[in-house]
């Protein structure tokens, strides 16, 4: 099989990997950013930035379009959730990115000219996205045929030569130059991306001063002696807060409380579906019938009977020697012959029945060449004849002159070599055709599109290997059991119908609260939560919800208990949140207070000491950038105060995260270099590598976007 043909089937592949590796590209059609409104405003909008839309339908095609490429790349009928759950992620992520950054990038005249890309693609030194695209998967290397022996890097010459291929569009080239289209649309945009991100990065510096200054913050230690007035020592009742108060402070702390977006406080109350005892019984005896069945299935019909019965639905083809199994079951199957059944036995909250399905002896790896020989547009015939030909003049002697002269394969260079080969490494056809050969043995099999010639070339000693079906069957409630459940759940849904039913019987069952955002995924404790999470935001304040299946045999039941909106939080829902800080700033200012009057006469922290009955404490080779102080936690107040006082100096009563301090800095060790480049160019790199990031997040914040992605994936 050639090099090219290799690529082009795996194309469907780099297609997905091409869509997911950036999340920030550009330069999408205008028609991305149409849509109808949204509750009164646009019910298919998904997300809007800058007053434009992004509509449902958009998305969704451009989803649907990629899942069906990973489908067919990977011969799926579906994908898994978390497969799916990342291909909406990633091309959301896209879109939006795109409206973003598209408008700025035409402010500064961004371009990418035909001459440029051309170079980019297939000019002397490619995008790295074009030796991704030329690089095999499984290996991590560029394929043989296209390495450049001068450089070992792509032969760009062997890339020009297959772009050209590309003319012939027909039907059977339609994947290929879909693939290749993607390729030429990601490498634009990531060079829009570089230009954009390079202008501000080259716009950042990091003066002299500033270095100085970083350098001293990290280099200049002081030891310090402090007294503590913990909040904690001033009684709750002694502190009178009034409304008055708690709105003042609300007032002046109003950016403490605002909301980038809206949340929902959601409490719900958990049914869980445990087996019954019946369900119990009824479990062991399907497991014991189907331990009999087992055991008399006539031969070849055991992979079916697992495939079918099993909870897993899974068959492991592989012979496994001593050692490689599970090891509950490893000792006794890899001494059993073929036809035992071991079990059941439980493992897991699981009940399983494991079957020697045969018994062989295979080396534990091989050393293969190969000769490929694909079809032309799905007719195998010619290949056939080829194959047959070749194999009755092949030996283990002229295979790898015969591999160069007819494998269409990417290691017909060297003569066919595929080096050692492990057990599941390899297709199963060819890995059965050599694992039970010789040394020396050529076969013939036919695979994917091609006849193939197999020569077992070497192998490590032979040992014993056995091949094990093991039937799964989860312990789990009945469906009768689920369904007494789900009425259960049910009945108490209909019955606490109000806010205030609701939390009176809720209160006696665990309940659990959680806040939500409209685009979160997961409630900790709850498989399957998004159904839950999509009704709490299309729902009123004190609504209860229906029954909701969560997956892992519970059902949920919800309340709306509160809904903050976006921006800044009145203060009625932050209310119980505030008095707490009003609290705090009064025992604040009784403490300064106090200790304002016991430092009258008192010129160092021993004599405060004494008057305060408190012996201080001392803190050795603290930085201005140090984040967590031994023995007092985050207290950044005291940071700032301790760099800016004189040693032997006391400093006023400050307010801290724990209490009131006062400190006094005992020695300063400062730093004596005076050369700090080297800090500069780390300080502006640090900025540099930060462009991307920080940029993004500061156009997303301008362009104002709302997300409503959760309500529709």
């Known amino acids: 099989m050639s090099v090219l043909e290799t690529i082009r089937k795996r194309a469907g592949i780099f297609i997905v990997i091409a869509i997911g590796a950036s999340m920030v590209i550009f330069i999408l059609e205008d028609a991305l950013t149409s849509g109808r409104f949204f509750f009164g405003g646009n019910e298919n909008t998904i997300a809007s930035v800058n007053g434009k839309k992004l509509d449902y339908q958009a998305l969704n095609n451009k989803i649907e379009e990629t899942i069906n490429i990973e489908k067919v790349s990977k011969g799926q009928e579906a994908l898994d959730n978390q497969t799916y759950n990342q291909t909406v992620q990633n091309e959301y992520q896209q879109m939006v990115a795109n409206m973003i950054l598209d408008p700025e990038c035409k402010k500064l005249g961004i371009s990418v000219t035909d001459s440029e890309l051309a170079d980019l693609l297939v000019g002397p030194h490619p995008a790295p996205e074009v030796t991704q695209y030329f690089t095999n998967p499984q290996t991590g290397r560029i394929y043989d045929q296209l390495v450049d022996p001068r450089t070992g890097g792509i032969n760009m010459a062997m890339v020009v030569q297959y772009v050209k291929q590309m003319s012939d569009q027909d039907a059977s080239r339609a994947q290929e130059l879909a693939s290749w289209t993607l390729l030429e649309q990601q490498v634009k945009e990531r060079q829009f991306q570089t230009k954009y991100f390079s202008l501000i990065a080259k716009g950042l510096f990091v003066t002299d001063a500033e270095a100085k200054q970083d350098f001293e913050n990290q280099n200049k230690y002081y030891n310090i002696s402090y007294i503590l007035k913990k909040y904690s020592d001033v009684p709750d009742n002694s502190i009178s807060v009034s409304d008055q108060d708690i709105e003042t402070y609300y007032n002046q702390h109003l950016y403490d409380y605002n909301q980038p977006e809206e949340t929902r406080k959601v409490d719900y109350v958990t049914f869980f579906a445990a087996p019954t005892d019946k369900d119990l019984t009824d479990i062991k005896k399907d497991v014991d019938s189907l331990t009999s069945s087992f055991k008399n299935l006539k031969a070849g019909e055991d992979s079916a009977f697992v495939v079918a019965e099993s909870d897993e639905h899974f068959y492991d083809d592989h012979y496994h020697k001593h050692g490689q199994l599970d090891h509950t079951i490893d000792s006794v199957m890899s001494h059993s012959e073929k036809g035992f059944v071991y079990g059941p036995y439980k493992e897991d909250n699981e009940y399983k029945i494991a079957k020697v399905v045969d018994v062989a002896e295979l080396p534990d790896s091989v050393k293969l060449r190969i000769i490929v020989l694909p079809g032309v547009n799905g007719d195998l015939t010619k290949a056939k004849v080829l194959a047959d030909s070749l194999k009755g003049v092949l030996t283990a002697e002229n295979f790898a002159e015969l591999a160069q002269k007819y494998s269409q394969d990417e290691s017909a260079q060297k003569g066919g070599d595929k080096g050692w080969i492990q057990q599941g490494k390899v297709q199963p056809d060819i890995e059965h055709a050599s694992f039970f050969a010789d040394k020396g043995d050529i076969k013939e099999v036919k695979s994917q599109g091609a006849y193939l010639l197999v020569l077992t070339e070497d192998q490590s000693p032979k040992e014993r290997c056995t091949k094990v079906g093991i ?40 309940k659990r609260v959680s806040d939500l955002k409209e685009n979160d995924q997961t409630i900790p404790g709850l498989q399957t939560p998004k159904e839950l999470i999509r009704w709490a935001f299309q729902s009123k304040s004190g609504e209860v919800s229906g029954v909701f299946d969560v997956g892992g045999d519970r059902y949920v039941v919800g309340h709306i208990m509160q809904i903050t909106p976006m921006g800044t939080t009145p203060l009625a829902l932050v209310k119980d949140l505030v008095k707490p800080k009003v609290q705090e700033e009064k025992k604040a200012e009784k403490l300064i207070a106090d200790m304002k009057a016991a430092m009258q006469g008192s010129n160092n922290i021993a004599a405060l000491g004494q008057k305060t009955n408190t012996t201080p404490e001392k803190l050795q080779r603290l930085t201005f950038q140090s984040y967590n102080i031994p023995g007092l936690g985050k207290e950044d107040a005291l940071l700032g105060v301790m760099s800016g006082l004189k040693p032997q100096t006391l400093s006023q009563p400050f307010q801290g995260a724990a209490g009131v301090y006062v400190i006094q800095v005992d020695s300063v060790s400062a730093p004596s270099q005076s050369d700090y480049r080297i800090t500069q160019m780390q300080q502006q790199q640090t900025l540099r590598n930060r462009v991307q990031y920080d940029a993004f997040d500061a156009l997303e914040k301008k362009a104002g976007l709302v997300s409503h992605l959760g309500k529709f994936y």
């Open 471 to 510: 039937v799964i069957k989860k312990i789990g409630p009945s469906t009768e059991t689920l369904n007494t459940i789900y009425a259960q759940a049910s009945t108490f849904s209909g019955k606490h119908s109000t806010s205030e039913t609701f939390e009176q019987a809720a209160e006696q069952m665990n």
